[in-house]
């Protein structure tokens, strides 16, 4: 897997999760948001080892793009998941 591909992976996720992670605490969920704060650390640094080592990659550059589009993908995903998580069946 290329560089970019792991950033934009990296990014999707650790941006879900903080949409996860704002829910949870809104909800007081507090073993969702522990489980999600874990996360987050994890996949944070991951994140910022990489991007400092590309630090010299200019914008427009693969991993730049990865890292900018994969925001909006995630976040859109948490909205979507979130109230799905945890519905149980009748």
Known sequence: MTTAACVFAAQFVYILLLGLQQQNVIGRHYVGAACTSLLLGTFGIYLTATIAIHAEASMFS????????????????AM???????????
Do not use: D, N, Y
């Open 62 to 77: 693969p991993v730049w793009l990865a890292f900018i589009a994969a925001g909006p993908a995630g976040i859109c995903v």
């Open 80 to 90: 979507w998941l979130h109230p799905r998580i945890g519905r149980r069946k009748p």
